[in-house]
């Protein structure tokens, strides 16, 4: 199995069943799997698995983004082949699910979520959970949530000693939000 990651990019685990995985076709698989972050900007890794049974090579990736896992599965007569059927199924999958999220948030609009939610005394919990917050900068508190594919991340700024939350805007900068007293 290897492994590979830069800042910015998803790690890619390839596993090699039954083959010897060459330095050239862990490399092909690199890139083209690799250019899915085009499409989806929230990949945290991908599982890439090569097999050959007989004479059907298989190429099986699986991309886990943050609240959401892809999986496709390829065959071919040729094993690279069978990596580029299922980078471009893959790649099918993401901008699907991109035009399908895109499309939605359009149509939303803030004023009408506010008139959507329900009173207090209506509002129900299906999950409580119980955080540790650590002390850290707001820079590792982005960094960790990133690292992790969240949107938001809860912390114990070192600076103020208060609980904080940095998250991700839609502009892809980062937002911030501390606690004051009124």
């Not at 698989?29 to 698995?49: M, P």
Request: net charge positive; proline share 3%.
């Amino acid at each position: 199995m290897t492994k590979t990651r830069t800042p910015t990019e998803m790690r890619i685990h390839v596993t090699a069943r039954h083959l010897h995985l060459t330095d050239a076709l862990r490399d092909y698989v690199n890139k083209k799997v690799g250019k899915a972050q085009k499409y989806f900007d929230h990949l945290i890794w991908a599982s890439v698995i090569l097999s050959v049974e007989k004479v059907t090579h298989k190429c099986e990736i699986v991309v886990h983004a943050s609240k959401h896992t892809f999986r496709v599965l390829a065959t071919s007569q040729d094993l690279y082949a069978a990596v580029d059927l299922a980078t471009d199924k893959m790649e099918g999958q993401l901008k699907k699910h991109k035009e399908r999220t895109r499309d939605h948030h359009k149509d939303v609009a803030l004023p009408d979520l506010v008139d959507e939610l329900p009173a207090a005394a209506e509002a129900r919990f299906s999950v409580i959970k119980q955080v540790p917050v650590w002390p850290m900068t707001k820079e590792e508190a982005a960094r960790q949530m990133e690292n992790l594919g969240y949107d938001f991340w809860l912390f114990l700024d070192q600076a103020t000693k208060q609980v904080s939350v940095v998250y991700r805007r839609l502009d892809n900068s980062y937002g911030l939000m501390q606690p004051v007293k009124r």
